[in-house]
């Protein structure tokens, strides 16, 4: 008669340990698969609008690039503009649309600039156009899509034509 072992020194490994093991090595790698490079966002084009009252309205052209395998779908921007550190100029639109895959869109934002912002930016603009730039940041979102909200970020310098007076 054959000697019996004990069945816990011979088990294999618990199934549900294996699955467990297995999973995560799936989650794991399909994680890495949802990174993204950070989309380019540049200003396009400025096109006035008719405004109501106090307030100047135009169109913001935005080329959105996406340098990803990936296509982006959005079903609403939402973008902010400053100039000289201050606001100057923000907007939303509910439009969607798809952004493809190692491509490039240009979508249409309306915004808006009070009366104020435009008075505040005159005012500084002879500080500004003394040392010949005005800095700008560029900052939005585009919302929705499978993969979330995707944000943006630009920043620069507008070089300014010397003006005579002002220093330039």
């Known amino acids: 008669m054959a000697a019996r072992r004990p069945s816990h ?3 294999p ?5 294996v ?3 297995f999973a995560a090595v799936i989650l794991l790698g399909g994680c890495a698969g949802l990174t993204r490079d950070p989309v380019r966002v540049t200003v396009a084009g400025l096109e006035p609008l ?3 009252g106090l ?10 690039q996406n340098p990803n395998d990936a296509p982006i779908e959005y079903d609403g921007i939402s973008v902010a503009l400053d100039l000289n550190g201050t606001l100057f100029a923000s907007g939303v639109s509910d439009r969607s649309g798809t952004v493809p895959r190692f491509g490039e869109a240009v979508l249409d934002v309306p915004v808006s600039v009070s009366a104020f912002a435009a008075a505040r930016q005159a005012w500084n603009l002879p500080g500004a156009a003394a ?3 005005l800095p700008y ?3 939005g979102r585009l919302a929705g899509g499978v993969l979330g909200t995707v944000h943006f970020n630009d920043a620069g310098t507008l ?5 005579p007076g002002w220093g330039g």
Do not use: I
């Open 137 to 139: 940041a560029l900052r």
């Open 13 to 17: 490994v618990p199934y549900r340990a």
């Open 9 to 11: 020194a011979t088990s």
């Open 131 to 133: 040392n010949g730039e």
């Open 19 to 21: 699955l467990l093991l």
């Open 159 to 163: 070089r300014l034509p010397a003006m």
């Open 50 to 52: 008719v405004g109501q």
């Open 55 to 64: 307030e100047m309205r135009f169109s913001l052209k935005l080329r959105v």
